[in-house]
């Protein structure tokens, strides 16, 4: 047997003995990770959607791993590190807190006694850290006094604070960029750009002095429906009510957040080692016929997970509204979405540049996904619009490493030096307004 089959069934088999694993051998501190709700009286298999891609006992599987293993699981929090790099002549970078809220603050990183244009960089929420963006941070620091928003554990965040949906991020966001100013630029990568450009949407309709004068997505579920990707099946393979019953958890007794219902850490790292080991069987399949191909897909199949990141807990009511509003029913696409009851209208914005930018190989959001934004944004002038397809290029290269630094980065400051000069169309319109 090769040895990559007897490794991927060793894993199996090791899952299948910790899900079955006793109480007693949890680890102090975490057993409280509502084990109570450890039934295991067995799921109902004819209620279930496809038992390869949500099989039954996720949940059951998650509790048990945060019991006992979950000292081991939530690493220490990455940081920036970038509070003190140097910028050639110019001086030392300094990171500050601009803003703090419960649910999240807003970062800035610039220099001390130096008025430089600024971008807002809206980190996604979507498990990790904001500190996975710092590449994309350090590559506009020379230019750019950089915000970004850096959201919180939801396990950390007390139950007295209150819920935290999609209506509220959008709410975050419309504080975020009154608070950094009229004529910044603003950034949204990944998850963020549905809610992103939401808010643009509502700043424009309302003609608010604070709207940026460019707007960049990369790598985001504009179009959830378009060349959908493992994720957007995972996505639509079940019913809401389907996630909310299986993948919702609750922060335990003796954490910030007790009683917050939340999307477990632990249930995250289950769905991405599922969706990728799924991803890596395509991979052998389709290559069978090639050689080479078929020898590194095998390779893969062989090799371990990538390196554990820090988890963080997300709200149910983020989790469970961004899964119906962008993946479900595509509801920003559609002209379906609602903030607090009000429709969000991308074609109210104007007079501003946007770029778009995908990963050709990106295996989380499919070929024109982002570019949709640009049939939604119908008031923006064609000749302040581009869109850039980086080849070779996966998910987290379109911001962060070579391909970010080098095809990347580029293209992103052209849409932002040029308009920072005032030189684009979309700039004039805005100063003779102004």
Not at 77 to 93: I, P, Y
Not at 382 to 411: I, M
Request: net charge negative; charged share 20%; proline share 7%.
């Amino acid at each position: 047997m090769p040895n990559w089959i007897q490794r991927a069934a060793s894993q199996i088999a090791a899952l299948s003995a910790i899900s079955s694993a006793p109480p007693a051998r949890a680890v102090p501190g975490m057993v409280a990770y509502h084990l109570q709700e450890l039934q295991m009286t067995g799921p109902d298999l004819s209620t279930m959607p496809g038992w390869t891609t949500h099989p039954p006992g996720m949940r059951e599987l998650a509790l048990t791993l945060e019991a006992t293993l979950g000292d081991r699981m939530r690493l220490p929090r990455e940081t920036f590190g970038l509070d003190g790099m140097q910028l050639g002549q110019s001086g030392a970078v300094r990171e500050e807190v601009a803003l703090d809220a419960p649910f999240g603050r807003l970062l800035r990183f610039g220099m001390p006694g130096h008025r430089r244009n600024r971008v807002l960089l809206v980190a996604p929420m979507a498990g990790h850290g904001s500190a996975q963006l710092r590449e994309t941070v350090a590559g506009l620091l020379p230019e750019f006094d950089v915000y970004v928003t850096d959201w919180r554990d939801a396990r950390d965040v007390p139950l007295s604070e209150g819920g935290f949906g999609l209506d509220d991020y959008i709410d975050y966001l419309l504080r975020f960029i009154v608070h950094v100013g009229p004529g910044a630029h603003l950034m949204a990568i990944c998850q963020s750009c549905v809610p992103t450009l939401a808010a643009l949407s509502l700043l424009a309709e309302d003609q608010h002095p604070a709207q940026p004068v460019s707007l960049v997505m990369m790598a985001g579920p504009v179009d959830a429906a378009v060349s959908p990707s493992p994720v957007n099946d995972y996505a639509t393979g079940a019913s809401l009510s389907w996630f909310e019953q299986h993948l919702i958890s609750t922060v335990p007794a003796g954490a910030a957040g007790a009683g917050r219902r939340v999307y477990g850490g632990a249930m995250q790292l289950i769905s991405a080692a599922g969706m990728e080991y799924r991803r890596r069987l395509a991979a052998l399949s389709s290559s069978m016929f090639d050689p080479s191909r078929y020898l590194q897909a095998m390779m893969e199949m062989g090799s371990a997970m990538p390196p554990q990141q820090p988890v963080l807990d997300l709200a149910a009511e983020f989790y469970l509204d961004n899964l119906r509003d962008v993946f479900q029913q595509c509801a920003l696409a559609r002209g379906k979405l609602r903030h607090r009851g009000r429709p969000v209208r991308p074609e109210a914005v104007r007079g501003i540049a946007l770029l778009t930018v995908e990963g050709a190989e990106d295996e989380i959001c499919g070929a024109g996904q982002t570019a949709a934004a640009h049939a939604l944004c119908s008031g923006i002038d064609d000749a302040c619009k581009r869109h850039v397809a980086v080849d070779g290029a996966g998910h987290r290269d379109v911001f962060s490493g070579e391909s970010w630094r080098t095809q990347v980065l580029p293209e992103v400051m052209k849409t932002l030096m040029v308009d920072a000069a005032g030189d684009s169309p979309a700039v004039r319109r805005r100063v003779r307004r102004a």
